[in-house]
């Protein structure tokens, strides 16, 4: 089961920006670079919205609606890390955003990381 921690998360004000970690380990059969990976985030109270994905190699991205064109996920797959630069980042109330690993039927989460945006 591949271990993921994710970090970076704090409150910011409406058009700040905000740059989240994951960083993945216990790896035993595949390495970091086998999963393709997830941002996730969670309102109070509502269901878990993907945000954004990267292949396992990190030449192709896809995102939400709601966040094209102001976040940006990328990876090291040298340092077992991913990344999700969040830039104006609009009023809303706290979220918590979770890191996703996949590879096959196998499918690994963090505890995640809340980011509120208020001024």
């Known amino acids: 089961q591949v271990h993921l921690v994710e970090s970076g998360g704090g409150v910011v004000q409406p058009g700040g920006s905000l740059t989240l970690s994951c960083a993945a380990s216990?790896?035993?059969?595949?390495?970091?670079?086998?999963?393709?990976m997830n941002w996730y985030r969670q309102a109070p109270g509502r269901q878990r919205e993907f945000v954004a994905a990267?292949?396992?190699?990190?030449?192709?991205?896809i995102y939400g609606d709601s966040v094209k064109g102001r976040f940006t996920i990328y990876r090291d797959n040298a340092k077992n890390e991913m990344y999700l630069q969040m830039d104006s980042l609009r009023l809303e109330g706290p979220g918590v955003y979770y890191c996703?690993?996949?590879?096959?039927?196998?499918?690994?989460w963090g505890q995640g990381t809340q980011v509120t945006v208020s001024s």
């Open positions: 996703d690993a996949v590879h096959g039927s196998k499918e690994s």
């Open positions: 216990g790896f035993t059969d595949f390495t970091f670079s086998d999963y393709a």
């Open positions: 990267i292949t396992r190699a990190g030449d192709n991205t």
